[in-house]
């Protein structure tokens, strides 16, 4: 498994998301979260939280800004969601 690094690239974006309004300054690491996997090329961000990651109106903010500066936004989901209904019990 490949080592995920915490670059540059990634406070800058976590910073900038912050900076704009899209993530509340409480919330910074959780933008650092998402700078980081956007920056490592993670296919899938699986997070509980749903207040400020797997939240969709936050995120079409994020994936909008990420677009700006060349980016894509990993898919974000819960753990629940990405096993999918079969799986629940």
């Known amino acids: 498994m490949p080592l995920i690094l915490i670059t540059e690239q990634a406070l800058d974006i976590a910073n900038s998301l912050v900076v704009k309004?899209?993530?509340p300054v409480k919330a910074a690491?959780?933008?650092?979260?998402?700078?980081?996997?956007?920056?490592?090329?993670?296919?899938?961000?699986?997070t509980w939280n749903c207040r400020?990651?797997?939240?969709?109106?936050?995120?079409?903010?994020?994936?909008a800004h990420l677009e700006d500066i060349g980016l894509s936004l990993p898919f974000i989901c819960t753990p629940e969601e990405l096993l999918g209904e079969e799986n629940v019990e």
């Open 21 to 23: 309004g899209i993530i």
């Open 52 to 63: 400020h990651i797997a939240n969709p109106e936050i995120q079409r903010g994020i994936a």
């Open 29 to 46: 690491e959780d933008a650092l979260h998402i700078a980081i996997a956007t920056v490592n090329g993670v296919d899938y961000l699986l």
